[in-house]
């Protein structure tokens, strides 16, 4: 099986730079993603990494180590309107063509 | 813009009923998805579907099951709804081989009573 591990919150004031961990377990792998939500809205996605490195895309970035299982994203300048739920999700040999998601960070920027 | 649209924002349902959730997406994806999103367990895969016709359970399939007569369209059954399915329910569409960019629509939030 799968399963994935992020912390559940995370605060960081407005400008500041926030990193959000996501440590995964999974049976093959295929990549990693990242989505965001907001309060009563719909998941929607920001990154995707299927190599080691890091991706950037504008104030986000994200980072994959296949070799430790581990990823992160980075959000930089932040902004109020950043204040969200961040999920990461992998997708592997046994899930096929869907993405198994975590269960959440919930990110609070305060001014 | 890629749509995804769910037939009902809310619904309010009885123990017992048979509910039926619609998903359409107008993009001509194969693959199409539902999960629930309940607080703190995150996003939760129930069914998934890469071809009409096509279904695969996915990590909570119990109670529940899916059609996909159409491309375009991909529906969650309740056969007997209980309380422990209220839920807010997610459907997405992916084009891409890699399904890795999904699309999702607003949700359906689900109370059975």
């Known amino acids: 099986g799968q399963s994935l591990e992020q912390p559940s919150e995370v605060t960081a004031v407005e400008g500041a730079i926030v990193q959000i961990n996501c440590t995964y377990q999974?049976?093959?792998?295929?990549?990693l993603s990242w989505y965001q939500q907001h309060d009563g809205g719909a998941p929607t996605f920001l990154s995707y990494n299927a190599l080691d490195g890091l991706e950037e895309t504008g104030r986000f970035s994200s980072f994959l180590s296949r070799s430790d299982s581990y990823g992160y994203l980075l959000l930089q300048e932040l902004q109020m309107k950043d204040s969200a739920s961040y999920f990461c999700a992998v997708r592997d040999y046994q899930a096929g063509t869907a993405l198994i998601f975590g269960k959440g960070t919930t990110l609070s920027v305060s001014s | 813009d890629v749509k995804v649209t769910q037939s009902s924002r809310y619904l309010v349902k009885r123990t017992g009923e048979k509910v039926f959730l619609e998903c359409v997406q107008d993009m001509d994806h194969e693959n199409m998805f539902w999960y629930r999103q309940d607080p703190g367990l995150g996003l939760r895969l129930i069914y998934f579907s890469y071809d009409v016709k096509m279904k695969e359970k996915g990590d909570i399939p119990e109670g529940y099951s899916v059609s996909r007569e159409k491309k375009e369209r991909f529906s969650l059954i309740l056969e007997s709804a209980s309380t422990n399915q209220t839920s807010m329910y997610l459907c997405a569409s992916s084009g891409d081989s890699g399904a890795n960019v999904l699309t999702f629509g607003a949700g359906s939030r689900l109370t059975v009573l």
């Open positions: 999974t049976s093959g792998f295929y990549g």
